[in-house]
């Protein structure tokens, strides 16, 4: 290997290491906790019991969302929630906020919550 492509290697190779590493998807769901609390709470319950809005999670959340995939869920809160406030979320929160619920449902089977993981998962049934 010549000199100029050993130093691109090296270069490239420091890059790739100086990303930081992906948030475990039990982190995202903290932050997801912490969110709710902050935006979705008055709404939906600091539990997600459900008040003025429905519950986000239990048997009346997964008979709605049972079936359906996270990457669908995913959209509806980035696109609908919070009501009144619609699009102020950020792709980061936005994925947070559904660690937090699939958490809260049952449903964890990826290390970190990525839009490539995302079509592989799909709600429980009640
Ligand atoms: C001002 C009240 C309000 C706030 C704040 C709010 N929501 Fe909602 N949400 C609702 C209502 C009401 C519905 C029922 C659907 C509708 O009316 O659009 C709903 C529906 C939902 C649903 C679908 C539930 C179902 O049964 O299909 C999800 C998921 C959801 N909200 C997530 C969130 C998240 C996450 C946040 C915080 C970022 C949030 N909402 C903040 C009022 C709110």
Aim: glycine share 10%.
């Amino acid at each position: 290997m010549n000199r100029p492509s050993t130093l691109l290697l090296v270069l490239i190779t420091t890059l790739v290491f100086a990303q930081p590493p992906a948030p475990s998807i039990s982190t995202q769901a903290q932050r997801g906790m912490a969110l709710v609390l902050q935006q979705c709470a008055a709404c939906h319950g600091a539990r997600l019991e459900g008040r003025y809005g429905p519950p986000l999670s239990g048997p009346h959340f997964l008979g709605r969302w049972g079936g359906r995939g996270a990457e669908e869920l995913r959209r509806y809160i980035l696109t609908r929630m919070p009501l009144g406030r619609a699009g102020s979320l950020s792709q980061e929160q936005t994925l947070d906020l559904l660690a937090y619920l699939l958490q809260a449902n049952g449903v964890l089977h990826a290390e970190t919550l990525n839009l490539e993981a995302l079509p592989k998962l799909v709600l429980p049934r009640p």
